[in-house]
């Protein structure tokens, strides 16, 4: 009676053990997980062909892009996916020694030579962060102007991303996306499906132009309605999909 007992409380531990749900291997950020999965592809990084320096100054991009986001004396900017700098150093002589810029990549080799490009031209209005797949790890509060250039396509986890970066806008911020319209496997993103991403984390458009010296589109978001719970948004379809749910 003894040795049955304790075989059938070996079966049932069996059983229960069995109907344990084992960890899904599904190549997302532990992070990210409470986020929905992105319903796009995403393009490789460092992969595009954005024009060199020279070229995109020569049709004054940054200048273009600086005036329409009303950069000032003064402000406090956050450039996510700096690169090689392009856009920090020219940010960084707009605002000024009275303004700061932080710029923020995730690839630690850019990091490291935008570093030695900000010491070499004693930017000391500018700092470098690392930040991750899924969060740019921005202090709360600090920008008014949060600037994705030419990156956002390659955002894997674009609901995350988004939901931790809205909390770092000041009162009265604006993210500022300048991007490609075509999929977002050739390095753009089309607007639709990019102002659709935006709404499901509450932020609002409020400017869309379209300008060659971009090499695409420029869209300035703010905050409108509050943050939702990861659990609460509501993920974008891409168009042709038939549970397409364009927020």
């Known amino acids: 009676m003894f040795l049955s007992r304790r075989l059938s409380c070996a079966v049932l531990a069996l059983v229960l053990c069995g109907c344990e749900q084992q960890p899904v291997n599904d190549g997302r950020l532990e992070t990210a997980r409470a986020f929905p999965t992105a319903d796009r592809p995403v393009s490789e990084l460092g992969g595009n062909s954005v ?54 990549d995730i690839d630690r080799d850019a990091i490291e030579r935008l570093g030695q490009r900000v010491l070499r031209e004693r930017l000391e209005n500018v700092s470098i962060a690392l930040g991750t797949e899924d969060d740019p790890r921005l202090p709360p509060a600090s920008f008014d102007r949060i600037f994705l250039v030419h990156m956002y396509h390659e955002v894997t986890e674009p609901y995350a991303f988004l939901w931790r970066l809205r909390p770092a806008m000041r009162e009265g911020g604006r993210v500022i996306v300048v991007d490609v319209d075509r999929p977002t496997d050739e390095h753009g993103i089309p ?48 168009a042709g999909d038939p549970k397409s749910q364009m927020n």
């Open 51 to 104: 024009a060199s320096e020279v070229e995109r100054d020569s049709v004054n991009e940054a200048q273009v892009v600086m005036d329409l986001a009303d950069i000032r004396k003064g402000m406090s900017i956050a450039d996510i996916g700096a690169g090689e700098g392009y856009y920090t150093v020219r940010l960084a002589e707009r605002v000024g020694s009275e303004g700061r810029v932080l710029a923020e």
């Open 191 to 238: 607007p639709a499906l990019l102002f659709c991403e935006f709404a499901s984390l509450g932020f609002r458009l409020t400017e869309f132009v379209r300008k060659p010296e971009l090499q695409g589109y420029y869209a300035q978001f703010e905050a409108g309605s509050p943050r939702p719970e990861p659990s609460d948004i509501v993920p974008c379809r891409l």
